[in-house]
Structures are given as C-alpha cells and as structure tokens.
C-alpha cells in the first residue's frame, strides 16, 4: 500500500476529503482489492472513536454544535459517499472476516509500520503483511498498527515491544505499549501479560508491560483484569480509570472525576507586544456562516485563509475584507481561547462568526538537530517554516486540512478534545540559522476554542504522565511571565486529571524572535 494512498484513506474516514480526492479513491477502490481490505481495517477504529466524540462530555462543549456530521453534496461516480459509508457501517464485519479460503490470509493483517519490526525474529514486516496464529513481533523502534480478521481488532502498539499473536482472540503483551480498540464482535478478546490476565468487554483501552509490571488504562466501556482465567479477585474496570498491577495483584488505581471538557482559559497576556516578541494580528470574518456544509457551520474564515497559505504567505488579497484587531503577542497555544476575539478588540457581529490569528517572523531556533510539532486544536492550527506548512493540527471540519499538510494522528496518545489523539508533523532539520515562521490558530465560529501546539526535539528524553504521554514543552519565542508560569502550571494540572493532554514549559527551548513582520503586513 502505497503511503498516498493510505493517507487518502485517513482523510476519507476524517471526513475531509476534497471531490478530487473521493474520485482517486473512488478509482482505487474499485480496481485495488488490497485498498479495499486496508480501508476495511482503518474504518474500526474510525467507527470506535466517532463513537467516543459523540458522548456526552464532548457534545456539553456546545449544545448547539453538531461535531463530525458533514452533509456532503459531492457523489462519488461508481457509488455515493453514502453508499460508502453504509457498506463500511453495515458490512464492516464481513468486510474484516473477508474469505478465509483465500491461500495466505493470516488472523491478522498489518495496517502501517513507522520504524523497524520483525515477525519470528526475521522477517521485516510493512504495511499489508499478513500475521498468522502463533507469530512472535517485536521492534526495538517505531509503531506499527494492524487489526485482527476476525474480530476487528485494532491494534497500535509502539516499541520497545515483543509481542505474541496467539489466535484470532488472544494475544501475549511481554513488552511494550499497546492501544486496543474491541468492536462488539470482539467482545472477550484476551490480552495476557507477564503478570495479568485482561479479558475486553467491548472497549477501547491502553495497556504498558515491562518486567516489573503493567499498566492499564480503559479508554471506553469495561474490561477485567486478573492473574488468570479463574482468579477468584479479578478487578473490573470501566473509562477512566488506570490501575497498576504487578505479580502480586493491584498496587495502585485511579479513579476520575467526571471528565469536564470546557478547558481553561490562562491569563496570558496576548496584546501590546514587545521588542522580543512574536507579533501578530487577528482576523475576523464578515459574511455570515453557511450552515449544513461543514458539520453545522461553514469554515468561512479558513477558506479565506486558503489562497494565503497556498503562496507560502504572500498573496493576501483574500484578507482585505475581514476585520482586524489590536496588534498581537505570541505567548504561546495552550488552553481555550474563549474570549481572545474580545481581549484583542475585534469587533465580531456574533460569535458565529470565525476568526484566525495570524503569527509571523523570524525566529532563532534554541538548537541545531531535528525537531517536530506536535498538538491540536478546535478548529485551526497550523505551522509554516521558509513559508511551507510542517505541521497541521486542525479539527477535521477545518479547511486547512485540504491543503495536504503531511500528518499523523496518535489515537494511543488520547487527549479527549482531540478524538483521534495529538497530531505530529514530520520531522524538520535545524542548522541553528533563523528560519520564517508563520502560526495560524482560530476558529470556525462560536466561542470554545481551545489547541495545544508542542515540539520535540529528535533525540530529547521527556518526563511522561501516568498514561506514557511525553510532556513535550510549549512552542515558546518568548520566556512567561510569573503570573503566567503559575496560571499555565494550572491548566497543566487540568489537562492531566481532566482531559488527558500535557506539555511542559521549558525555558532552554524557547526559540528567540529575530525579526516580526506580521504589523508591517
């Protein structure tokens, strides 16, 4: 499988491919039974977390507001859009099972492979490989993603990782990290490690085996975890919570309080920029929105920001009519955003209406190597170096992601306003020289905006939180305020009991401003 076409099939199931791209899909399906069995596989886990978004602690973020809905008007030649999506919804179990009397089909079937993994200690494995019963993987680097035939199970595990696929419905975790998302067919799938027996009800969950114990963490629904199948004090578990076990039983559990998606607002102060700081300005729109093209409102504001980001930042004759407020501090992107359009003076008729700052200059990167971005945001987030976009980390219902940002979602890192887990971008090499950056960040319409924009650098160890996701620090060009530290150190605290994201606040990583440009534009 060929990686374009497998990125066509991400933004298929994320609902935001362009007419374009559904006929390259549309032709590849019908000619390609390898893309049809891969889109089979990918539309479990799609279908899972669609599900987990549609629940009530993520509708609450806005009543009126419906997410991941979009009423496309665009038909696909050979089949509609919404016969695609029936076949995928009602035939998704046969589609998985497949036929078995077809000569090389394993229990399971590898999805994608980001680094090096090796079936019985030798064979290297790559998207499309079939897995069969008793087959030993292990990696010492990377992820790889696969789903089970039978069951639909899917599977994203990352190394170091040794790892036995026993049957259709078992397999042995020695080491590593995995995310499991169990469909209903699946419902009784065992996952055995060194220490603990863990049957699925029908969940999503996560689960970390090392040597001297595991942990787990259930995502959705309930799963049991017990030494064996007959252990008479096998703990039952439910979302949310995160228990700790090793040879002798549970050591330690983690109940939540009832996940509150609205995300705090910090204090930062994002006017009256000064000499070392990235400046820029905030963009309203002025039409009214369209309803029923994008979830329930149009992304009007992005497709005003499409010609922009098209020219590598110099054509902005699509920005002339829109409204514009006070000159801009960049202080960074952590937390919501609810009242940045009033904070900022921009006059917005109702708060329908979309808005984007816009970042711009030179900037001094804190080191030479690698580094990435990684984050989200509800709706618009991107990231642009030298005028090309490295990083996209849009909502689904966002225009900018059309533009082909390369992108990869992390549904094992599971931040609950992100459904499909933080988005990274590829790695970008630094010579330590300044480089041009420009930050979009804004939404669609309506007030509950929030984003996290982070980076890492290549070769960087991380301190994790309980659920093993790094805290990779805030994108900074400007060093916080004490004030500030101690209202981002708040929302740090929310995110990790609350939400599940994090970041950090490294000071030896911000990235000195050079040159701003965006007042003089």
Same mark, same amino acid.
């Not at 089909?105 to 069969?132: S, T």
């Given at each position: 499988?060929?990686?374009?076409?497998?990125h066509l099939?991400?933004?298929y199931?994320?609902?935001?491919c362009?007419?374009?791209?559904?006929e390259?899909?549309e032709a590849?399906?019908r000619?390609?039974?390898?893309?049809?069995? +891969?889109?089979?596989?990918?539309?479990?886990?799609?279908a899972?977390w669609?599900?987990?978004?549609n629940e009530?602690?993520c509708?609450? $973020?806005?009543?009126?507001?419906s997410?991941d809905?979009?009423a496309?008007s665009v038909?696909i030649g050979?089949?509609? %859009?919404?016969?695609?999506?029936?076949?995928?919804?009602?035939? *998704?179990?046969?589609?998985?099972?497949?036929d078995h009397?077809?000569?090389g089909?394993?229990i399971?079937?590898v999805?994608?492979?980001?680094?090096?993994a090796?079936?019985?200690?030798?064979?290297?494995?790559?998207?499309?490989?079939?897995?069969?019963?008793?087959a030993n993987?292990?990696?010492?680097d990377?992820?790889?993603?696969?789903?089970?035939?039978?069951?639909?199970v899917?599977?994203v595990?990352?190394a170091?990782?040794?790892?036995h %696929?026993?049957?259709?419905?078992?397999?042995?975790? /020695?080491?590593?990290e995995?995310? %499991?998302?169990?469909?209903p /067919?699946?419902?009784?799938?065992v996952v055995?490690?060194?220490?603990?027996?863990?049957?699925? %009800?029908?969940?999503?969950?996560?689960?970390?085996?090392k040597?001297?114990?595991s942990?787990?963490l259930?995502l959705?629904?309930? @799963?049991?975890?017990?030494?064996?199948?007959?252990?008479?004090?096998r703990?039952?578990?439910s979302?949310?919570e995160?228990a700790?076990?090793?040879?002798?039983?549970?050591?330690?559990?983690?109940v939540?309080?009832v996940?509150?998606?609205?995300?705090?607002e910090?204090?930062? $102060?994002?006017t009256?920029?000064g000499s070392?700081?990235?400046?820029?300005?905030i963009?309203?729109q002025?039409?009214?929105?369209?309803?029923?093209?994008?979830?329930?409102?149009?992304?009007?504001i992005?497709?005003?920001m499409l010609?922009l980001?098209?020219?590598?930042?110099?054509?902005?004759?699509?920005?002339?009519?829109l409204? +514009?407020?006070?000159?801009l $501090?960049?202080?960074g @992107?952590?937390?919501?955003?609810?009242?940045?359009?009033?904070? +900022?003076?921009l006059?917005?008729?109702?708060t329908?209406?979309?808005w984007?700052?816009?970042?711009?200059g030179?900037?001094?990167?804190?080191r030479?190597?690698r580094y990435?971005?990684?984050?989200?945001?509800?709706?618009?987030?991107?990231?642009?170096?030298?005028?090309?976009?490295?990083?996209e980390?849009?909502?689904?219902?966002?225009?900018?992601t059309? @533009?082909g940002?390369?992108?990869?979602n992390?549904?094992a890192l599971?931040?609950?306003?992100?459904r499909a887990?933080?988005?990274?971008?590829?790695?970008?090499?630094?010579?330590?020289e300044?480089v041009?950056?420009?930050i979009?960040?804004?939404?669609?319409?309506r007030? *509950?905006?929030?984003g996290?924009?982070?980076?890492?650098?290549e070769?960087?160890?991380?301190?994790?939180?309980?659920?093993g996701?790094?805290?990779?620090?805030?994108?900074?060009?400007?060093?916080?305020?004490e004030?500030?530290?101690?209202?981002?150190?708040?929302?740090?605290l929310?995110l990790?009991s609350e939400?599940?994201?994090?970041?950090?606040?490294a000071?030896?990583?911000v990235?000195?401003?050079?040159?701003?440009?965006?007042a003089?534009r």
């Amino acid at each position: 499988m060929k990686g374009k076409d497998l990125h066509l099939m991400h933004r298929y199931l994320d609902g935001g491919c362009t007419p374009e791209e559904l006929e390259k899909l549309e032709a590849l399906l019908r000619t390609d039974s390898d893309a049809r069995s +891969t889109l089979r596989s990918l539309a479990t886990i799609d279908a899972k977390w669609q599900t987990l978004g549609n629940e009530d602690w993520c509708t609450s $973020r806005d009543e009126e507001r419906s997410f991941d809905k979009p009423a496309f008007s665009v038909r696909i030649g050979w089949v509609s %859009l919404g016969a695609v999506a029936a076949l995928l919804v009602v035939g *998704l179990f046969l589609w998985i099972k497949g036929d078995h009397s077809q000569a090389g089909q394993g229990i399971a079937r590898v999805i994608r492979v980001e680094g090096n993994a090796l079936v019985d200690g030798k064979r290297v494995l790559v998207g499309g490989d079939e897995l069969f019963g008793d087959a030993n993987v292990a990696m010492t680097d990377g992820v790889i993603e696969l789903a089970f035939r039978d069951s639909g199970v899917h599977v994203v595990a990352g190394a170091p990782l040794s790892m036995h %696929l026993e049957n259709p419905m078992r397999l042995f975790l /020695q080491e590593g990290e995995v995310k %499991l998302v169990v469909p209903p /067919q699946g419902r009784g799938f065992v996952v055995d490690t060194v220490d603990q027996e863990i049957v699925d %009800l029908g969940t999503s969950f996560i689960l970390k085996a090392k040597p001297e114990g595991s942990e787990v963490l259930v995502l959705d629904g309930q @799963i049991t975890v017990g030494q064996n199948a007959s252990d008479a004090k096998r703990v039952m578990m439910s979302e949310g919570e995160f228990a700790i076990f090793d040879s002798a039983g549970i050591i330690q559990k983690r109940v939540p309080e009832v996940i509150r998606a609205q995300v705090t607002e910090v204090p930062l $102060r994002v006017t009256e920029p000064g000499s070392a700081s990235l400046h820029g300005k905030i963009l309203g729109q002025v039409q009214e929105p369209v309803y029923g093209i994008i979830g329930d409102l149009a992304d009007v504001i992005g497709e005003q920001m499409l010609p922009l980001l098209r020219s590598g930042f110099q054509d902005q004759s699509s920005l002339t009519t829109l409204k +514009t407020g006070k000159p801009l $501090r960049f202080a960074g @992107i952590a937390g919501g955003f609810p009242t940045l359009p009033a904070r +900022t003076g921009l006059e917005l008729d109702t708060t329908d209406l979309g808005w984007v700052a816009w970042y711009s200059g030179r900037v001094v990167p804190p080191r030479k190597g690698r580094y990435r971005f990684w984050g989200y945001a509800d709706n618009h987030l991107l990231v642009a170096i030298d005028g090309k976009p490295v990083f996209e980390g849009s909502r689904n219902d966002s225009l900018l992601t059309t @533009i082909g940002v390369p992108r990869m979602n992390n549904p094992a890192l599971p931040c609950l306003i992100a459904r499909a887990g933080f988005a990274n971008g590829p790695w970008v090499e630094s010579n330590g020289e300044s480089v041009q950056i420009d930050i979009l960040f804004g939404e669609i319409g309506r007030v *509950l905006t929030s984003g996290l924009l982070l980076i890492e650098w290549e070769g960087e160890t991380y301190e994790e939180t309980f659920w093993g996701q790094p805290r990779w620090p805030l994108f900074l060009t400007e060093a916080p305020e004490e004030t500030e530290l101690a209202g981002l150190e708040s929302l740090r605290l929310q995110l990790e009991s609350e939400i599940m994201g994090s970041f950090s606040v490294a000071l030896d990583a911000v990235w000195a401003v050079e040159e701003t440009q965006v007042a003089s534009r």
